[in-house]
């Protein structure tokens, strides 16, 4: 079944931040940083400390985060929350990419990655969405 989370993109103080957010929700906090993910080797140096993915649960509140990691892209503020769709079956993940993709800016088409599908657009109305499965 496909989930619609809430996805933070933060500016190299992600682990602080979703620690701040535990405080204030409780749950479980579950953090990645660049350099023990199987990214690591292509990243650049100055972004193996930052998180890479960030995860926190409490019954029914879930959030998504990261730091922002595309070095060929400004991160704006303003544009740093996402909605995140995950899980269910590559090919209702691929249904819902194309539905959404019409007249959107495709910034990452969905694709196989180390981690699953990941994809990734801001929609015709300016509503940015990242969408991810297991393979």
């Known amino acids: 079944m ?3 989370t ?10 602080q931040a979703m620690e701040f957010y535990r405080t204030c929700f409780g749950g479980q906090l579950k953090v990645m ?3 023990d993910s199987p990214a690591k080797d292509r990243m650049p140096a100055d972004q193996l400390e930052k998180t ?11 959030v998504s985060a990261s730091d922002w990691l595309r070095p060929d892209r400004e991160r704006i503020p303003g544009n740093t929350v996402c909605l995140y769709l995950s899980g269910g079956k590559p090919q209702e993940l691929k249904v819902l990419f194309e539905r959404l993709s ?3 800016d495709v910034t990452d088409p969905l694709t196989e990655q ?10 015709k109305f300016g509503v940015r969405w990242m969408f991810q499965t297991a393979i």
Not at 52 to 62: F, K, P, S, V
Not at 114 to 123: K, S, W
């Open 6 to 15: 809430p996805y933070l993109l933060f500016d190299g103080n992600c682990h």
């Open 114 to 123: 180390f981690f699953g599908f990941y994809g990734a657009l801001n929609d």
């Open 52 to 62: 890479i993915n960030a995860r926190l649960t409490n019954g029914n509140l879930e």
């Open 102 to 104: 019409e007249g959107a």
């Open 2 to 4: 496909t989930t619609l």
């Open 33 to 35: 940083k660049v350099k």
